[in-house]
């Protein structure tokens, strides 16, 4: 199954900016893990916010609530998801 995720960063503005880059780092890491290992299909950042489209290739919806709940991130993130299925007119044989 096939989830868009749009996540938009918020870290508090008081926030020591060494836990920040620490957060940071290690949300990397996990990103970076999750691409590998094909759960997360695509990430790109948003032009102009510190935000990103990310598309996240799941056998279902709770799989994708694990992996997002999972982000060192997460509690400084809003996120918007977005149920996708197979467009008729695709010539992409792994859309789906
Ligand atoms: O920077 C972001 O968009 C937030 C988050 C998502 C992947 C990652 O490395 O950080």
């Known amino acids: 199954m096939l989830f868009q995720v749009e996540m938009d960063v918020r870290l508090p503005p008081d926030m020591a900016p060494e836990v920040a880059d620490e957060l940071k780092r290690v949300e990397r890491e996990r990103a970076q893990q999750m691409q590998k290992e094909g759960k997360w299909r695509h990430l790109w950042r ?21 992996l997002l709940t999972s982000l060192p991130l997460f509690p400084y993130m809003a996120m918007k998801v977005t149920a996708l ?12």
């Open 46 to 66: 948003v032009a102009g916010r510190y935000a990103n489209v990310s598309i996240f290739d799941v056998e279902s919806a709770d799989e994708l609530h694990a």
């Open 85 to 96: 299925c197979r467009h008729p007119s695709s010539i992409r044989d792994d859309d789906r």
